[in-house]
Nanobody
């Protein structure tokens, strides 16, 4: 059974930084795309950043230039480095991975990021 576990969330002041981690229970080489999504209270879940197995990245306009996504196959972990955080970045952040073979999506349970003004 594939499991994704996020960590690294917490409370930070505006302008600060956090690094989120997404640890997988299997080799992440089995995933063609990994991504971070977020859901603020009362809002729909939205894409934040994605990274392919080849290293291509894609970012939401709202975080481009502030956030950086990466994946470390040796550690079976994906990361989201978040800099210059803003109060509007407050949300639960979820990790998603798509199976290279089946196309099935797997989700973690999320980690809460709170940015105070």
């Amino acid at each position: 059974q594939v499991q994704l576990m996020e960590s690294g969330g917490g409370l930070v002041q505006a302008g600060g930084s956090l690094r989120l981690s997404c640890a997988a229970s299997i080799s992440i080489s089995r995933f063609n795309v990994m991504g971070w999504y977020r859901q603020a209270s009362g809002n729909q879940r939205e894409m934040v950043a994605t990274v392919t197995s080849g290293g291509s990245t894609n970012y939401a306009d709202s975080v481009n230039g502030r956030f950086a996504i990466s994946r470390d196959n040796a550690k079976n972990t994906a990361f989201l480095q978040m800099n210059s955080l803003k109060p509007e970045d407050t949300a639960v952040y979820f990790c998603k991975a798509q199976s290279r073979i089946t196309g099935m999506d797997y989700w973690g349970k999320g980690t809460l990021v709170t940015v105070s003004s």
